[in-house]
């Protein structure tokens, strides 16, 4: 939920600026067509949206056997039902018809006098138009983020347009339903999570029983890859289900103190698999207890950290960035109207400009949180953690050579990508306007072609984040209808629902039902190729997803392994001996002498082949050491070395070679202590 800081900011009064910022931390179908093809319903209600789309939907896959399609890797179906069910106005289906699903909030009618959200995100007193069906006059629109973008009939077009996989990502945040005046049931995440999941499962049936019962509509939930890749090759829409939350399993920090424990997250990540999830954001917006989550800037970040306060009890904590990665700066920008909810006494910090990062990275339960996703052979969204979380989680994956990372919607640092096309995830950028969407595809486009992997969009529909605005009727190369689709077996004339018909060049990505033309858009202004490698998108999160699901935890040969060390540091209070290294318990080390040229040597007992070595640094780590690997104990042989050690935990790959005896051999300290090591793992793969 939510893009980088792109827009505009217009005033905002006290009480709905802390809104805004804490929510930024979030004609009839003839019926004579019908059914005369697999890919008309039987029975669409009437009335109802058109689709405006001619030509059957391709099926299988191409020549080398790969998906072909787009995906969309952040979209958020069933916010209306989230902060309470009466931020996000109008339902993406309604048994009782169109008229009902597409109607505005109780409280925006007669003339949008009391929407509080939609004058605080759309700026001026917030009136507009509340009735939708069938005029729609005001919405939806791209500018529109409190109205209903998802409905059925609109993801239907995106699915004829050439759409083949849609993230549908459960969201809410339980500040923003609290402090939000109009609400009409409970705060509690879990409880808004397990209700969005479950009309997902209401609207596939809903979908289903139009094309003459279960399984036979074009809208299906899918919970692995090979599942997601047979409904791709029936042409249909493979619908896979996230999570995007602040305190996902109550896992809220209040003074620093953790509001759960390892069996809650367990807990939780099984309910999760069990409603179909199989991919999450661990922090989003608020520091939690799993992570640290990546600064909101400006003012805007100013009003957040106010929220962050009221939230935790703690403003955010900056250091010192590691590496080239940091957080977006917090600044100094006053936010007078959310500062005014703060305590007497209580201001906002101010920061260091060289100080980027947040302080809080991955925490303890987070590690743990992190381990049970790919356990569960889940996929991490890394979108919205902040760098110090994020580089930890991807050591991590490192260390298990775990390819399940995604990045949906432009979140990250973008010095991360090559990073995760390393590990073998995968990155869609946000629905940006199609000069920055082609500019920023370009950009990245050799790393691409360097990992062979397609692109993805993440559209955050309903998430509160405006979408491309129109470029004008007069802009260079317009869309021109109709328009074929990227496989040319579509056209595609501007969508009609009810009496309103939008076109992308005088009105922008209004909703859904546009994307398609988003996509024509973007091909006219940025080019063939990146719609070429947008048509390669379904295919490449597909790869990610099934690597993921297939990864199997390669043994330990370190392990239990007899170990020996230059030194070791003496303590009347606990051991610091060679083998506490290597017994699997990451609460103990091996702690050299405070001095440089220290090593620590195991013996795998009989010679195996080692591609792989972890360490596992405590805060004496080693700026410069090698590995080396001998056959006998006394002849080594270098295979990998640094001399720009950071500390944390290291992955060290190489060519595989035969080896009794692996040894660490520190040579520059990084710190005035000795060298100090958690854990090391030795692999054969």
């Given at each position: 939920m939510t893009r980088p800081p792109l827009h505009r900011r217009r005033p905002l009064t006290v009480l709905s600026l802390l809104l805004v910022v804490m929510a930024m931390a979030l004609g009839p179908t003839p019926s004579s067509a019908a059914g005369a093809n697999w890919w008309d319903p039987t029975a669409r209600p009437a009335p109802d949206s058109r689709i405006d789309v001619?030509?059957?939907?391709?099926?299988?896959?191409?020549?080398?056997?790969?998906?072909?399609?787009?995906?969309?890797?952040?979209?958020?179906?069933?916010?209306?039902?989230?902060?309470?069910?009466r931020l996000i106005?109008?339902?993406?289906?309604?048994?009782?018809?169109?008229?009902?699903a597409l109607k505005d909030c109780p409280e925006h009618y007669p003339d949008g006098s009391l929407a509080i959200f939609d004058f605080i995100t759309n700026g001026g007193d917030g009136r507009h138009d509340p009735d939708g069906w069938p005029t729609f006059q005001d919405w939806p629109a791209h500018d529109s983020l409190t109205h209903q973008q998802n409905y059925y009939?609109?993801?239907?077009?995106?699915?004829?347009?050439?759409?083949?996989?849609?993230?549908?990502?459960?969201?809410?945040?339980?500040?923003?339903c609290s402090v939000y005046p109009f609400k009409d049931r409970s705060c509690d995440e879990m409880t808004s999570i397990r209700l969005q999941a479950k009309l997902t499962y209401d609207m596939q049936d809903y979908i289903d029983a139009m094309y003459g019962g279960p399984g036979k509509g074009w809208f299906r939930i899918v919970t692995d890859s090979a599942q997601a890749r047979e409904v791709a090759q029936q042409g249909k829409l493979a619908v896979v289900l996230g999570v995007e939350t602040s305190e996902p399993f109550g896992c809220k920090q209040v003074l620093d103190i953790a509001q759960c424990d390892r069996a809650d997250i367990d807990a939780g990540l099984d309910e999760l698999y069990d409603l179909g999830v199989r991919s999450m954001f661990l922090c989003h917006k608020f520091d939690n207890a799993l992570c640290g989550v990546r600064f909101d800037e400006g003012g805007l970040g100013t009003a957040i950290n106010v929220g962050q306060f009221l939230s935790t009890g703690t403003f955010w904590q900056t250091e010192k960035c590691a590496g080239p990665q940091h957080d977006n700066p917090i600044g100094g920008a006053a936010a007078p109207g959310a500062e005014k909810e703060l305590p007497a006494g209580v201001d906002v910090p101010s920061y260091d400009e060289d100080a980027q990062c947040n302080k809080r990275g991955l925490t303890e339960l987070g590690e743990y949180a992190v381990r049970g996703l790919m356990k569960r052979k889940m996929m991490l969204e890394i979108d919205h953690m902040g760098v110090k979380a994020t580089g930890r989680a991807l050591d991590i994956f490192e260390a298990e050579s775990y390819p399940g990372v995604i990045s949906s919607?432009?979140?990250?640092?973008?010095?991360?990508?090559?990073?995760?096309?390393?590990?073998?995830?995968?990155?869609?950028?946000?629905?940006?306007?199609?000069?920055?969407?082609?500019?920023?595809?370009?950009?990245?486009?050799?790393?691409?072609?360097?990992?062979?992997?397609?692109?993805?969009?993440?559209?955050?529909?309903?998430?509160?984040?405006?979408?491309?605005?129109?470029?004008?009727?007069?802009?260079?190369?317009?869309v021109t209808y109709p328009f074929r689709s990227t496989d040319g077996t579509a056209v595609l004339d501007r969508q009609t629902t009810g009496?309103?018909?939008?076109?992308?060049?005088?009105?922008?990505?209004a909703h859904y039902g546009l994307v398609p033309d988003w996509i024509e858009d973007i091909r006219l202004v940025a080019g063939q190729g990146v719609v070429d490698d947008l048509f390669r998108g379904a295919e490449s999160y597909l790869d990610t997803w099934g690597a993921a699901e297939r990864h199997q935890a390669g043994v330990n040969l370190a392990k239990g392994a007899p170990a020996s060390a230059s030194s070791s540091e003496s303590s009347i209070f606990t051991s610091y001996a060679p083998g506490r290294a290597v017994d699997g318990d990451t609460g103990t080390r091996w702690a050299s002498d405070w001095s440089d040229d220290q090593w620590l040597r195991i013996d795998l007992g009989s010679t195996r082949t080692v591609k792989r070595v972890t360490l596992d640094w405590e805060r004496a780590y080693a700026k410069s050491y090698r590995v080396e690997v001998s056959a006998n104990g006394t002849d080594w042989q270098s295979v990998w070395s640094t001399t720009a050690g950071d500390g944390g935990l290291d992955t060290a790959r190489f060519s595989g070679v035969p080896a009794r005896y692996v040894r660490v051999h520190g040579l520059d300290r990084g710190t005035d202590w000795g060298y100090s090591l958690y854990e090391v793992g030795v692999h054969s793969s």
């Open positions: 001619t030509g059957e939907p391709f099926k299988g896959t191409n020549s080398q056997g790969e998906v072909r399609g787009f995906v969309d890797a952040h979209n958020h179906i069933m916010a209306n039902e989230a902060f309470g069910g106005c109008g339902k993406p289906f309604s048994k009782a018809g169109v008229a009902d009939a609109w993801v239907e077009r995106a699915w004829r347009g050439g759409q083949r996989v849609l993230v549908n990502d459960l969201v809410t945040n339980g500040v923003i919607h432009s979140w990250m640092d973008l010095n991360w990508t090559e990073r995760v096309y390393r590990l073998g995830g995968f990155i869609a950028q946000y629905m940006h306007g199609s000069e920055e969407f082609g500019a920023e595809a370009a950009r990245t486009k050799a790393l691409r072609d360097k990992y062979d992997v397609g692109y993805g969009y993440g559209t955050d529909m309903n998430g509160v984040g405006g979408w491309p605005a129109p470029r004008g009727a007069d802009a260079p190369n317009p009496q309103r018909t939008w076109d992308i060049n005088t009105d922008g990505a």
